[in-house]
């Protein structure tokens, strides 16, 4: 099972000694042209969270497939406007250590806890620029979470400054992808570089108040989403139950997309009612809650691309049932070109690996 420490060669923030820190970069973007770029996209994030919130107030149960994105609006906002400031503002030594080659294998790893590269924010970038890369994790992530998420960076590791980033390609130059790691973070931007998969790759998010917590996980930013979760597992009858709940969970990093032909556990979704289909689409709705509207999209314009939320399977674990309470700390769904995988004990881990096509 995957823990707290990385399987990679890379150093991991908690299980080494902590290296003193370098000499921080001579600034080279003036503070002028850092509010300059911030504030051109200001107004357009207004109106993407005024779309977003009319989104996630829709009163419907279904999850439509979204159209194309609003292109003048999501243009302007993107996160990745701001990636490519901070590409443009670094040094020739920075690029040195930040920015690796598209096809470099770090761009597809997904760990617990990493560093896509040696030095930290803090280690390897200026004030300015530390404040570019606070505006990158403000715009993959909506208004409701970005908070928390900063709450949870402080929680586990001490705040944004501890983590690490690289840029994979060239954004002036075809395809690029700016990934942001660290502990119980896996977070990406790519502009649609990568036209097949979701989130620009495998993503994990995850967060321990307490390493080992308690049944009811106080302070889990994520522990809303198994309760979700759970409410579906109790309003299955009997006989789906026997279907659903099973004895021994995957390997939480065990995320491998298998494509039509795989076997996938648990429960479909299309075998279940209309109000539970309804109970699972909420899930659906809370899983991608933390992200910005056009991630969401890409999820579930991949999973409608794959045979819509029918051909998902849903499957709970009896293994490692916090407290024996019955509410059920591990739980996966799966389909050809989906896994979400929920671990709960000790505390919150969550992978993610989502596509228009299983490679």
């Not at 109106?47 to 994105?69: I, M, T, W, Y």
């Not at 649609?192 to 995850?206: C, E, L, M, R, V």
């Not at 299309?270 to 933390?290: F, H, I, N, W, Y």
Request: aromatic content about 8%; glycine content about 6%; some cysteine.
């Amino acid at each position: 099972m995957a823990d707290e420490i990385s399987h990679s060669p890379l150093r991991c923030p908690d299980s080494e000694a902590a290296e003193p820190h370098a000499p921080a970069p001579e600034p080279v973007l003036s503070r002028r042209v850092f509010l300059q770029t911030v504030g051109a996209v200001v107004l357009a994030e207004a109106a993407s969270h005024l779309l977003s919130a009319q989104a996630q107030g829709n009163p419907a149960a279904s999850l439509p497939v979204p159209a194309r994105p609003a292109a003048n609006v999501d243009r302007a906002s993107k996160a990745e406007t701001l990636v490519k400031t901070l590409y443009d503002s670094l040094t020739p030594r920075q690029r040195e250590v930040v920015c690796l080659p598209w096809d470099h294998p770090r761009r597809q790893m997904v760990q617990a806890n990493w560093a896509v590269i040696e030095p930290t924010l803090a280690e390897q970038f200026t004030p300015d620029q530390r404040e570019i890369v606070r505006g990158i994790l403000r715009k993959l992530t909506t208004e409701a979470w970005y908070p928390k998420i900063l709450a949870q960076m402080q929680n586990d590791s001490g705040g944004l400054d501890t983590y690490h980033a690289a840029f994979f390609g060239d954004p002036d130059h075809g395809k690029f992808e700016w990934v942001l790691t660290g502990r119980h973070v896996t977070l990406r931007a790519d502009g649609h570089s990568d036209d097949n998969a979701a989130f620009g790759g495998p993503i994990f998010y995850g967060h321990a108040p307490q390493f080992n917590e308690t049944p009811t996980h106080p302070g889990n930013i994520y522990w809303f989403q198994a309760q979700q979760a759970n409410k579906v597992f109790g309003a299955l009858d009997g006989k789906q139950r026997a279907i659903a709940l099973l004895d021994r969970a995957p390997n939480e990093d065990q995320i491998a997309l298998q494509g039509a032909r795989g076997a996938f556990p648990g429960i479909p979704i299309g075998a279940l009612s209309r109000d539970q289909k309804e109970l699972v689409q909420t899930v659906m709705r809370d899983l991608l809650a933390p992200y910005r509207p056009s991630d969401a999209d890409d999820v579930l314009r991949d999973i409608h691309a794959n045979g819509g939320l029918d051909d998902i399977h849903l499957a709970f674990y009896k293994q490692d049932d916090l407290g024996s309470d019955g509410v059920w700390d591990i739980w996966r769904l799966e389909g050809p070109a989906l896994v979400w995988h929920f671990r709960g004990a000790p505390h919150v881990h969550t992978w993610v690996h989502v596509a228009k096509k299983a490679a």
